[in-house]
């Protein structure tokens, strides 16, 4: 089963009518490595899909049917009903989404092909919060680990009618026992934060989504393989369908990691499915529009206030939106073998760094750092391995011997260096320079890790060879490593940082 195909070149977004025509670029010749170079218009261009499509739905003469179509198509439910001594409002909306199994609602064929065989659990298979900022220029995602230990509050068992005592249980049992209301009072209680919206997707919805928007891009630095699953992906770039997807999203056997680097990918899938809807026009295409936003309402069950018009507001509002914009970390973790009396191994929360987090959400304020992560031995942690990565080192200075003392000092840090290092045309160079083409930014920020104090560069049009201009300033290479342990899960990622290379 081939699981890649191409990526076609994605077309120049068209100029807005009535906008100034931007002056021709200089070339690439004539343009000076330390130009400031125009910034890129954001891929997420939320602005314009979200207004633009509403204009021509409605031109289309389909607006109304569409919009007003929308709401009927969503499964209603209270899950705050009864909910007494909730958490105090904060700033921003925080959404809890939550992903069922489902598995009863694909086809036996499906299941087959996908390993879906069993009985559906009827439980989460995963949670996040979501929170939006106050000014909805900004996206925090937190997983939840499903096997988190937790306190469960006292309730009624919505299978056996029961009145249930306080008890621990992992976090996934809340919604086996008490359905929607349950979870989310177990969770606004570990967290203290109140949830303001509450939407829940099964296998279906995924799929569904997937194959819409004609499949979405990952890329893996190393072959990925889950006989539990069938996930069966080389190293490289891959357009999933909807069931490859639901493969890769839900393997817990292609790494150490389990259920860290399952919650992991899930984070980047969901990054990459967000760039995916708003770099691909779909909002441009009126019944693109419809058949997408059928395919993820189709079979949701949304909180009674969640309605489309706040979608859409939403989505307007979302003006300034780039890839930077949205962040993905998980709760961070003290213990992931937690044992417990009755329930075996959990998952237990360092609870003085949950707290620390979710009072960031509370606050409103971004939780990504934007330094490369370090490790207990001195290490950089980046996503490109240096091996990867092919180096040509010039020398910016009169320092004899510069360009191959870094060149050396990058080999033995695992990088792939030309071995041929040259004099730059530019002299007098004082701050090391990274000069990279923007499709391999993720190389660039590996290698700008490994050295101290680098500055980086975009020159368009490069191609794939990463150039350093080696300056006064420079000191050191510094080793190293690729994201790859459970530690890292709990390490916030920026939407920019998970685009293929």
């Known amino acids: 089963m081939s699981t890649t195909s191409p990526r076609p070149p994605r077309p120049p977004a068209p100029p807005r009518r009535g906008a100034r025509q931007p002056a021709a670029a200089p070339s690439r010749a004539a343009r000076s490595p330390y130009a400031p170079l125009p910034r890129r218009r954001p891929r997420w261009a939320m602005r314009a899909a979200t207004t633009v499509s509403v204009v021509v739905l409605a031109s289309a003469?389909?607006?109304?049917?569409?919009?007003?179509?929308?709401?009927?198509?969503?499964?209603?439910i209270d899950p705050f009903k009864d909910m007494k001594n909730r958490p105090p409002t904060g700033h921003g909306m925080n959404v809890l989404l939550v992903g069922t199994d489902g598995r009863d609602k694909i086809s036996e064929q499906e299941r087959q092909r996908y390993r879906l065989g069993g009985q559906p659990c009827h439980c989460t298979d995963t949670m996040m919060i979501v929170h939006l900022s106050q000014d909805r220029e900004r996206a925090s995602v937190v997983s939840l680990p499903r096997d988190s230990y937790v306190d469960l509050p006292a309730h009624l068992d919505r299978n056996t009618g029961k009145q249930h005592p306080p008890h621990p249980v992992k976090l996934n049992a809340a919604y086996a026992e008490g359905g929607p209301g349950l979870t989310v009072r177990t969770v606004e209680s570990m967290t203290h934060l109140k949830i303001d919206h509450y939407l829940e997707v099964d296998f279906?919805?995924?799929?569904?989504t997937v194959d819409v928007l004609g499949g979405v891009e990952i890329c893996?630095?190393?072959?990925?393989?889950?006989t539990y699953t069938g996930l069966d992906l080389p190293a490289g770039v891959h357009t999933l369908t909807g069931g490859q997807a639901l493969q890769y999203v839900r393997s817990r056997h292609v790494d150490g990691a389990s259920d860290f680097g399952r919650m992991k990918r899930q984070q980047l899938f969901l990054a990459a499915l967000i760039d995916r809807a708003t770099s691909?026009?779909?909002l441009l295409n009126p019944m693109k529009f419809r058949d997408v936003t059928r395919a993820v309402l189709g079979s949701v069950r949304a909180d009674q206030g969640f309605h489309t018009d706040e979608l859409l507001d939403l989505g307007r509002a979302m003006r300034n939106f780039s890839p930077s914009s949205s962040e993905f970390t998980t709760v961070p973790v003290a213990q992931t073998s937690f044992p417990v009396k009755g329930l075996g191994s959990t998952v237990k929360w360092d609870?003085?760094?949950?707290d620390r987090l979710f009072r960031a959400l509370r606050d409103d304020r971004?939780?990504?750092?934007?330094?490369?992560?370090?490790?207990?031995d001195g290490t950089a942690a980046v996503e490109v391995p240096p091996q990867r990565i092919r180096v040509q080192v010039e020398n910016g200075t009169g320092t004899a011997g510069l360009a191959?003392?870094?060149?050396?000092?990058?080999?033995?840090?695992?990088?792939?260096?030309?071995?041929?290092?040259?004099?730059?045309?530019?002299?007098?160079?004082?701050?090391?320079?990274?000069?990279?083409?923007?499709?391999?930014?993720?190389?660039?920020?590996?290698?700008?890790a490994a050295l101290p104090g680098s500055e980086l560069r975009p020159v368009p049009g490069q191609g794939a060879t990463l150039r350093v201009i080696a300056g006064s300033g420079f000191r050191e290479v510094r080793k190293v490593r690729v994201r790859t342990t459970v530690q890292d899960a709990n390490e916030v990622v920026r939407g920019d940082q998970v685009a293929c290379d």
């Open 61 to 76: 003469g389909i607006g109304h049917a569409v919009v007003s179509s929308l709401d009927a198509d969503i499964t209603r």
């Open 204 to 208: 279906t919805t995924f799929m569904r």
């Open 220 to 226: 893996t630095a190393l072959p990925m393989k889950d």
């Open 280 to 282: 691909s026009r779909v």
């Open 351 to 354: 609870r003085a760094q949950a």
């Open 366 to 376: 971004p939780l990504a750092v934007r330094r490369p992560a370090r490790t207990p």
């Open 404 to 448: 191959r003392r870094v060149d050396t000092a990058l080999a033995g840090a695992g990088f792939s260096t030309t071995k041929a290092p040259v004099d730059a045309k530019e002299r007098g160079v004082e701050r090391t320079v990274v000069l990279y083409d923007p499709r391999w930014d993720r190389s660039a920020r590996s290698l700008a």
